[in-house]
């Protein structure tokens, strides 16, 4: 995937969240290595990459399959994992982001942005 | 060698070698001491065995079979009595006659009060006390300050002190009851756990047992991931997108109590949910837990 093509989706998904955005990461699915992104250090997204892994195997050993995101609150801000198969994003948002927007909005949003990213 | 207490006087602990104190009969080795008498067992005096008495054997009579007499079982002659001392009903005697003492005699205070070598220079100033603190602590004991004094006792730099909670299970099911009265048919299931263990303490809707300790331990992977991804701390929830449309949400109450409540995103409204069901359900778990 060209690396214009993922700064071209990460300077969409900061006009389409607005002013909520404050920092953003999309690395590779398969080995949780950084790609694009701004504000976030590169240990953000193997660590978010193990974190859904844990709850994936959580959800599995509980009898649920765990779907493609999860959002983390955070001590000011809220964090927006999404996962699809090639690539996988995540966004840190202020406080102020209405949560339901987040899941009916935002991650959609990014996970149309990510499958054309991969395409 | 071993610890015993000496029953014969005062109580106090003495070595004793262990050779010397009494042992089965049978269970003699080598290394047991028959000379050393055994200060708690009775002393038997045992008779001289008799010679087995053998005859001359004459030579003209035909030699037969010998007869062998068969030596007797040693008979103790004497036993001599050793009264039984029973310590507590000897010192209950002595407390009847009340004639204990309730001061320290002069010799006692001068023994635990002068120094051999080096004798007490009271001081030069006035108003203090002319005898030793030595003497003044062995005339009048040491008083009653390390009893009344609250000691707080330095611990361990490592050492964790262990904390003490009491959950009231009785409001932690009414809690419950609330939080599925107010999200209504869109529950799916809720489960709470105690925080420490990951152990299920209450739950709602179709839960296995694997279910509380399975969140638990995500959870607090979660939390404990997310300082090494340079982001902030944990807030008191996180949400889960679930096949399904499920949703669950885990909750990290306080340092007691953890809860996840799954939801069904077709039947309920995401911003009522975070914005009521979820803050009143964190309230009253936190209500629930309280340490003593």
Known sequence: MAAAALDGTVEALRQRVGDSLVALDVWESASALSLAGFGMTPATGPMLHRVTEDLRQAARLAGSVLDDYHVLTVAGGVVVVVVRPHLSGALLLTDDAQLGWVLSDVIPAVRVALDDASA | ?292
């Open chain 2, 1 to 292: 060698m071993a610890l015993f207490r000496d029953r014969r006087a005062f109580p106090r602990w003495s070595f004793i070698d262990s050779r010397t104190l009494a042992r089965p009969r049978r269970a003699k080795d080598e290394n047991s001491a028959q000379s050393v008498p055994t200060p708690d067992e009775p002393v038997a005096e045992v008779a001289a065995a008799p010679e087995p008495a053998v005859e001359a054997i004459r030579a003209p009579e035909p030699i037969t079979a010998p007869a062998i007499d068969v030596v007797p079982d040693p008979v103790p002659v004497r036993v001599a009595d050793v009264a039984h001392v029973s310590w507590i009903d000897e010192r209950r005697a002595w407390f009847a006659t009340g004639d204990w003492p309730t001061e320290a005699s002069e010799d006692a205070v001068q023994l635990a009060g002068t120094h051999p070598d080096r004798p007490y220079i009271p001081p030069v100033h006035a108003g203090l006390p002319a005898d030793s603190p030595a003497e003044v602590r062995a005339r009048h004991g040491r008083g009653f300050a390390s009893l009344t004094r609250r000691h707080r006792r330095r611990r361990h730099v490592h050492e964790q002190v262990q904390r003490r909670t009491d959950i009231d299970l009785a409001a932690l099911e009414a809690a419950l009851d609330s939080a599925a009265s107010t999200v209504g048919d869109g529950l799916v299931d809720l489960v709470v756990w105690h925080a420490s263990t990951g152990l299920e303490l209450a739950s709602r809707g179709q839960v296995t047992p694997e279910h509380a300790s399975l969140w638990h331990g995500a959870t607090r992977e979660v939390r404990a991931t997310l300082p090494h991804a340079d982001l902030p701390d944990a807030a008191s929830y996180s949400l889960v997108g679930l096949a399904d449309r499920r949703l669950a949400v885990l909750l990290h109450t306080n340092r007691d109590l953890g809860a996840c409540i799954t939801v069904d995103l077709d039947l309920v409204v995401v911003d009522a949910l975070l914005t009521t069901a979820v803050p009143q359900l964190n309230a009253a778990l936190a209500a629930t837990s309280r340490e003593y």
